[in-house]
């Protein structure tokens, strides 16, 4: 059984450029968590799915940011026009069931610069 | 909001001593709280994770503690090795807000 996993592991965009991260959960979940990480801080929340459902995106910037997570393939976070202060580690992680207490399995995470 | 604090930054031990990490909350309703390992060019690992229900939990090595009335819990690792050597987050999370509330992360580094 695959763990998530996440592609492209290391993006590199110019200023202006579109980024897309996808995340293919492990099999059989179907809620999936984007977090973003700065260098030397703690992940921070952004965008809650459940199958073709957003259910909590109030960490998610309201420009620029989008997620999805469609019934067939991976949950794509779609970041467009990029800027420098978009570079960050962005982790995906997906759990079985959803609310307080789950166990949520992290991907490796994709590593975005944008120069 | 939850606020997650961790102590230390940085902790340096020697091979085989014990190293103990201490997370502090804020939102009295918050009843999971997760700890994991973050190792370089990785994604966090769950180690182990308490309830509010309980107050101790042991998982070889690896011990959590929490006091609900102090709203603080804390990880320790005893007989430390070399491969724990990462940055180690702290998490808590309730029923009304399962995101995920994080602290800063301790790197532990263990001295041969």
């Known amino acids: 059984n695959a763990g998530v996993m996440q592609n492209p592991r290391h993006l590199v965009r110019r200023r202006g450029q579109e980024a897309r991260l996808r995340c293919s959960p492990m099999?059989?979940?179907?809620?999936v968590y984007w977090y973003r990480q700065l260098p030397e801080e703690g992940l921070k929340f952004m965008v809650y799915?459940?199958?073709?459902?957003?259910?909590?995106e109030s960490g998610m910037p309201k420009e620029r940011f989008s997620a999805e997570f469609p019934k067939e393939g991976p949950s794509i976070l779609r970041i467009q026009q990029v800027v420098r202060g978009d570079s960050a580690a962005y982790f995906c992680?997906?759990?079985?069931?959803?609310?307080?207490?789950?166990?949520?399995?992290f991907g490796q995470g994709t590593r975005l610069t944008v120069v | 909001g939850e606020n997650v604090e961790q102590h230390p930054s940085t902790l340096s031990v020697q091979e085989g001593d014990s190293a103990v990490i201490k997370c502090t909350y804020s939102?009295?309703?918050?009843?999971?709280f997760p700890w994991y390992k973050q190792e370089l060019g990785k994604g966090p690992q769950l180690i182990i994770d308490?309830?509010?229900n309980v107050g101790e939990k042991k998982d070889q090595r690896i011990a959590v503690t929490l006091n609900k009335t102090a709203k603080h819990f804390s990880l320790h690792i005893t007989e430390t090795q070399p491969e724990d050597s990462a940055v180690y987050f702290c998490?808590?999370?309730?029923?009304?807000?399962?995101?995920?509330?994080w602290g800063a992360g301790t790197k532990l580094i263990i001295k041969p």
């Open positions: 992680a997906s759990s079985l069931t959803g609310g307080s207490g789950t166990e949520a399995f």
């Open positions: 099999k059989g979940h179907s809620h």
């Open positions: 799915l459940q199958k073709e459902n957003i259910i909590d």
């Open positions: 939102d009295s309703a918050s009843n999971y």
């Open positions: 308490i309830r509010s």
């Open positions: 998490a808590a999370s309730s029923d009304s807000n399962y995101q995920l509330i």
